[in-house]
T-cell receptor, first 116, second 115 residues
């Protein structure tokens, strides 16, 4: 089945530790996105990538880093600089850039990150 | 309608009734709108979308209405079923089209279907 796979489903971070959230898609989508979801709030954009080897900061990029070495993969690292990392993290992709229909996002199942 | 904060608006409906979920969007220049359904602990699922050159769009059991005059969006679900229980949220996108970079998401409405 085509889709977006996020792993792990649950992740715990110790103070001072960096953790990496995985996101893989087999939809052949060009663009990929990371969002953070806090209870009772709308999704907030962390980073996005429209093409391999290129990515841009979103609205809340501080304390996070990403890479886009392959079209299929867009891992997110939550660094120790992120002081309030507890949240539900969602990866998404969209078909292509520059087209008329690529605002439509397809989401993974999410990773719940908690601080120990 | 949706609001920012810790407590989501809630809507309870009887199974088989129609549901109407409302969303007030913020920017009159937004030209694309999308509704998602999110079940607890899962990622959002696309329901239906609409562009600003339309007032209404229908899908399977769902209809989206757009009122640009008052910047209001609604999602109507016909014959609501227990499986429809979830958080529903809308998103608006600013032009230029071609990227989800400027999608702004609402906080959502919790729909509960009563037996």
């Amino acid at each position: 089945d085509g889709g977006i796979t996020q792993s792990p489903k649950y992740l715990f971070r110790k103070e001072g530790q960096n953790v990496t959230l995985s996101c893989e898609q087999n939809l052949n989508h060009d663009a990929m996105y990371w969002y953070r979801q806090d209870p009772g709030q709308g999704l907030r954009l962390i980073y996005y990538s429209q093409i391999v080897n290129d990515f841009q900061k979103g609205d809340i990029a501080e304390g996070y880093s990403v890479s886009r070495e392959k079209k299929e993969s867009f891992p997110l690292t939550v660094t120790s600089a992120q002081k309030n990392p507890t949240a539900f993290y969602l990866c998404a992709s969209s078909p292509r850039t520059g087209g008329a229909t690529n605002e439509k996002l397809f989401f993974g199942s999410g990773t719940q990150l908690s601080v120990l | 309608g949706e609001s920012v904060g810790l407590h989501l608006p809630t809507l309870s409906v009887q199974e088989g009734d129609n549901s109407i979920i409302n969303c007030a969007y913020s920017n009159s220049a937004s030209d694309y709108f999308i509704w998602y359904k999110q079940e607890s602990g899962k990622g959002p699922q696309f329901i239906i979308d609409i562009r600003s050159n339309m007032d209404k769009r229908q899908g399977q059991r769902v209809t989206v209405l757009l009122n640009k005059t008052v910047k209001h969006l609604s999602l109507q679900i016909a014959a609501t079923q227990p499986g429809d229980s979830a958080v529903y949220f809308c998103a608006e996108n600013l032009p230029p089209s071609g990227s989800a970079r400027q999608l702004t998401f609402g906080s959502g409405t919790q729909l509960t279907v009563l037996p």
